[in-house]
């Protein structure tokens, strides 16, 4: 039997979930998951090492390189082929106050205004 798979940690959900080819009518839609979001953000904006990334979202450096990688794939479809892009969706655990490993990080969707204060984390299971 097959290992459940482990809940991953994020800042915040995006402010912004989706985008739209220009001048064309999208031929599809590509959905990135919360999940894979987060890793793009943290290793390709933050430059986060995809080890800091696993230790930020609490899970193995293996699994954010997979999350990276179909992240990378989705995103470089939706702009090969004019595909819309959502973000959504995920087994994700939603960071609801600054957490003490985040002071020093500039892009803190709780330094930003981002995200909600005040409670504690909260475990969200979002299925399509």
């Known amino acids: 039997m097959a290992r459940p798979q482990k809940c991953r940690r994020i800042c915040s959900r995006p402010r912004v979930t989706g ?15 919360y ?25 193995a450096r293996t699994t954010v390189t997979r999350m990276y ?5 989705k995103l470089a479809d939706a702009l090969v082929n004019g595909r819309r892009l959502e973000i959504r ?25 981002g995200a909600e204060t005040g409670q504690p984390d909260t475990q969200e299971k979002i299925t399509e």
């Open 19 to 33: 985008f739209a080819p220009a001048g064309e009518q999208a031929d599809g839609v590509v959905v990135l998951g």
């Open 35 to 59: 999940d894979e979001y987060e890793t793009l953000r943290l290793i390709d904006y933050e430059q986060y090492s995809q080890a800091q990334c696993a230790q930020k979202m609490d899970v």
């Open 69 to 73: 990688a179909s992240a990378r794939g």
């Open 89 to 113: 969706g995920g087994d994700v655990i939603v960071c609801a106050a600054l957490r003490p490993e985040c002071r020093d990080t500039a892009h803190c969707c709780h330094r930003t205004g």
